[in-house]
């Protein structure tokens, strides 16, 4: 699976911003996939994950009722629509795809993940 990030960019304080992570390869569907980020001087942290049917997602604390993580097979694309955004966002986003049939707690490891995307940049002015 090969992953493609796009959809940065700046935006002030309180404004929003979808993520899209595009997927080739015909296996997309049976992988569940994450949204993770990393901000300048930090380590990459856990943000979103989503099922490989979509049902079930986890977010972090950190963004929980403010980013919506989703995807569409057919399309192969995953999103993370991220509204209420704050300075504290700001940072690159990166999304990955993980083998588990289930998402959870166990989904903030990176080491889950088996394919990354190259980053997209999120920058939020306050």
């Known amino acids: 699976v090969q992953l493609q990030a796009s959809g940065g960019g700046l935006v002030q304080a309180g404004g929003s911003l979808r993520l899209s992570c595009a997927a080739s390869g015909r296996t997309f569907g049976r992988y569940a996939m994450g949204w993770f980020r990393q901000a300048p001087g930090k380590a990459r942290e856990f943000v979103a994950a989503?099922?490989?049917?979509?049902?079930?997602?986890y977010y972090a604390d950190s963004v929980k009722g403010r980013f919506t993580i989703s995807r569409d097979n057919a399309k192969k694309i995953v999103y993370l629509q991220m509204n209420s955004l704050k300075p504290e966002d700001t940072a690159v986003f990166y999304c990955?795809?993980?083998?588990?049939?289930?998402?959870?707690?166990?989904?903030?490891?990176?080491?889950?993940?088996?394919?990354w995307g190259q980053g997209t940049q999120v920058t939020v002015s306050s």
């Open positions: 990955a795809a993980s083998g588990a049939d289930t998402v959870g707690r166990h989904s903030i490891g990176s080491s889950r993940y088996d394919y």
């Open positions: 989503i099922s490989w049917s979509g049902v079930s997602t």
